[in-house]
């Protein structure tokens, strides 16, 4: 089954990834009013969002509409009142018995991907940890997902990571978890290209 998954994303990237590099150099990541702004990048392909403002992570937290694996993920994170978060993790591609996780460690200033278990079972790295703009009050990313891969922007876009996925589609569900208390804002949009 790993061989056909291998397959199938080779396949995928081959056919689709020009559409996405030709759309990464256009993200205008700077603070917009409230987001990161990219009037002529991903815009034209965005349907169907889904907002949440000041959602209290804690636990293993998931939102209603917020899955897929075709999809542009904003989110800005904010320490509760009185908290301090060490660890606040966002799971993707996931389901019984796939996930994928990235987690941000604020104080020590590092973002870790890690896809032991997305369903690639070669001897292969499976887990990046790298230094990273975490620090103030707020922390933002994007991400954006594009079925057997993901991209990674921290901040206004300072940094960057990807990672190709060998999950099955189905695998497409999203959530979120922190160690204390946090304040989520999340936009998912879906990307479709006609």
């Known amino acids: 089954m790993a061989s056909e998954l291998l397959r199938q994303a080779r396949s995928y990237e081959e056919k689709n990834r020009p559409l996405v590099k030709q759309q990464l ?3 205008h990541l700077t603070g917009g009013v409230g987001w990161i702004n990219d009037p002529n990048g991903f815009a034209p392909y965005r349907r169907n969002p889904v907002k949440y403002r000041n959602v209290r992570v804690t636990g293993d937290t998931v939102l209603s509409g917020v899955q897929g694996r075709f999809v542009d993920l904003l989110l800005e994170i904010r320490q509760e009142p009185g908290e301090t978060c060490r660890e606040f993790t966002l799971e993707i591609a996931k389901n019984d018995d796939y996930v994928t996780t990235i987690t941000l ?3 020590e200033g590092t973002i870790t991907l890690d896809r032991a278990y997305s369903g690639f079972n070669r001897d292969i790295v499976n887990q990046r940890t790298f230094p990273a703009s975490l620090s103030g009050e ?3 990313f994007r991400l954006i997902l594009d079925r057997y ?3 990674l922007f921290v901040g206004e876009g300072e940094q960057a990571a ?5 999950t099955p589609l189905e695998a497409d569900g999203i959530s979120m978890r922190a160690d204390t208390a946090a304040l989520v804002d999340v936009e998912k949009y879906e990307i479709v290209v006609d």
């Open 25 to 27: 150099p256009l993200f």
């Open 138 to 140: 707020t922390i933002r």
């Open 149 to 151: 891969s993901a991209e």
């Open 105 to 107: 460690h604020p104080q």
């Open 162 to 166: 990807s990672m190709v996925l060998y």
